[in-house]
C-alpha cells in the first residue's frame, strides 16, 4: 500500500488550455474526493465519489470541471480552458466510511 | 457563509512553549477531525472526536471535543520543531451529518523558534 498517488505533481499550462489530472487512491478506499486548496486557506470540497458513482459535486464547480472514476478505481479531473483563478494545488483524498481521510500529494496547477 | 471558525490564524512559539488552537462551530456536529499540513506537504489525518465531552491524547498532543459539540482544541505540550505545520479542524457542516464530505477550517499555522 503506498498510500494516494497523484500526478503529475506539477503542471503549468497557458490560459486557455485543457489540463488533467489522475488520482490513484488505495485500493480498499471507496470513496474519493477531489479537493482544491490556494496559499493560506483549508482544502475546500470539489467533488466526491462513492465507488464509480459521483454522488456529489460542489456549487463552486463550473462546467469546465469535470471529474470521473471509471470502475471505482482512479480518478481523473479535467479542466477545460483554463483560467488564471485555477491556479492551485488539486488535492485528492480516500476514505473507508466515516473515518479520516488519506490525501495525496497534490497537482499544483499555475496558470500562465 | 462561515461556518467554522479557527483561532488563532498565527501563532508563533519558542521552543518548549504550549500550543493551543480552537474551532468552533455555529451547529451541532456528529464528529470533527483534525489534521496537519507540514509546508510544502498535504493534509495528514491526526484523529476523529465523536463523543461529548470526548479527550484523547497523542504524546503531546491533546484533542477535545466540546460538551455541545460545537467547538474542539488542540493543545500541544512543549512545542518541537517537528511540530511546525498547519493544524486544520475539518466536520461534516454540509453533508448532512455524515462524514463523506468535510469542509475544513482556514487553519492555525504554528511556527516554533528554536
Known amino acids: 500500500d503506498t498510500g494516494v498517488s497523484q500526478n503529475p505533481r506539477h503542471k503549468i499550462t497557458k490560459r486557455g488550455q485543457n489540463v488533467t489530472f489522475r488520482c490513484d487512491p488505495i485500493?480498499?478506499?471507496?470513496?474519493l474526493y477531489w479537493y482544491r486548496q490556494t496559499l493560506g486557506q483549508g482544502p475546500e470540497f470539489l467533488t466526491y465519489?462513492?465507488?464509480?458513482?459521483?454522488?456529489?459535486k460542489s456549487r463552486l464547480l463550473s462546467d469546465r470541471f469535470s471529474a470521473e472514476r471509471p470502475k471505482g478505481s482512479f480518478s481523473t479531473l479535467e479542466i477545460q480552458r483554463t483560467e488564471q483563478g485555477d491556479s492551485a494545488m488539486y488535492l485528492c483524498?480516500?476514505?473507508?466510511?466515516?473515518?479520516?481521510?488519506?490525501f495525496g500529494s497534490g497537482t499544483r496547477l499555475t496558470v500562465v | 457563509g462561515q461556518q467554522v471558525m479557527q483561532i488563532p490564524q498565527y501563532q508563533h512559539v519558542q521552543e518548549g512553549e504550549d500550543f493551543t488552537t480552537y474551532c468552533n462551530s455555529s451547529?451541532?456536529?456528529?464528529?470533527i477531525q483534525w489534521y496537519k499540513q507540514r509546508p510544502g506537504g498535504h493534509p495528514v489525518f491526526l484523529i476523529q472526536l465523536v463523543k461529548s465531552g470526548e479527550v484523547k491524547k497523542q504524546k503531546r498532543l491533546t484533542f477535545q471535543f466540546g460538551e455541545a459539540k460545537k467547538n474542539s482544541s488542540l493543545h500541544i505540550t512543549a512545542t518541537q520543531t517537528t511540530d511546525v505545520g498547519t493544524y486544520f479542524c475539518a466536520g461534516p457542516w454540509d453533508s448532512g451529518g455524515s462524514n463523506y464530505k468535510l469542509t475544513f477550517g482556514k487553519g492555525t499555522l504554528l511556527t516554533v523558534n528554536p
Open positions: 465519489f462513492q465507488n464509480e458513482a459521483q454522488l456529489e
Open positions: 451547529t451541532t456536529l456528529s464528529n
Open positions: 485500493s480498499e478506499h471507496n470513496r
Open positions: 483524498a480516500s476514505s473507508t466510511s466515516n473515518y479520516g481521510y488519506t
